[in-house]
């Protein structure tokens, strides 16, 4: 981690938890995406396709909330870096290099249910 930067911890709703994914034999295409080293085997999604689709379902599924994470540090990145800083940021930024991200504020909105606004006002991840 660079000298000065903070880490910060996600706070969203989702099940908190690195996500894995498993195909057990015979299962005949249903994958598992459970919590890693949950004692209880808890359970976040299932997929039900052919075992190729299946498979790559899955593992779209269990890398999401690292995606998350790292869209929401590019985003926040941006912003910390942001010349226009000064007038706020999010919707408020007047700034064209903010412009050219609306498919990362798209995305991070779309699977938080928050605002870009709120989740940056907030801390999250």
Known sequence: ??????????????TPGEWVWEFPEGSNG??????????WGKMVAAC????????????????????????VGVYRLQCETCPEKAIGCGKKC???????????????????????DEILEGGDV
């Open 1 to 14: 981690m660079a000298k000065g930067r903070k880490r910060h911890k996600t706070r969203f709703d989702h």
């Open 94 to 116: 007047a700034s064209e290099s903010c412009d050219s991200f609306p498919f990362v504020k798209v995305a991070i909105e779309k699977a938080t249910g928050k605002s870009i």
């Open 48 to 71: 039900y396709s052919e075992e190729k689709q299946s498979i790559a379902d899955a593992r779209l599924i269990a890398a999401a909330p690292d995606m998350l994470a790292a869209l």
């Open 30 to 39: 249903f994958c598992n995406i459970n919590i890693k080293g949950d004692p």
